[in-house]
């Protein structure tokens, strides 16, 4: 993966997986991980799926129908450029904070590949895959913001992904925020506080 790294200037905080929207790429959502947890490392990789040009983490068929079959080679391709980074830059496993298309990615990778993520952030995230495998999450945090009037995300969709991540062991908060897909200032102050309860 094309990347970025920034090295933790603060002993102790977790570093964070950063992983952006369509159309996102690796420079996105530094500035949003350092508001959200100060001092981390951060690494951010860009999405290898092009859609009309704009980097993405998987295919998908039409907007909120994805090609499985690439969610999961995606995922898997995912964990092991984690695994890599973490040998290349010595760092512990990281936090993802995914938003839109790379919160789903998280998701999927929580769903696949569980020891890969300490936790997630997933910002506007979707059930990622109809049929996943049991995954044992045991006690793993996960902090879900959902927008109220996301027109990408349905109401019923986030809670069912709140509900899958739940019956697998995960610690999940979910959030219903005023708020369509975008993020708000919430969602910022949202995730840095539940980051500072769970390091
Ligand atoms: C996706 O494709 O992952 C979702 O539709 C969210 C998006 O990227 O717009």
Redesign the pocket.
Known sequence: FIHRYEPATKAGSPPLLLLH???GDENDLLGLGEMIAPGSALLSPRGRVL?HGMP???R?LA????DEEDVRRRALELGEFVADARKQYGIGAPVAVGF??????AAALLLLKPDVLAGAILL?A?V?LSDPPKANLAGKPVLLLSGQSDP??PATNSAGLAALLSEAGARVEHKVLPAG?QLSQADVTLARSWIGSVE
């Open positions: 929207g369509t159309g859609e993405r983490f998987f998908r907007e909120g129908v994805f839109s298309n790379g919160a789903n990615i506007r979707m990622p990408i995300v897909h």
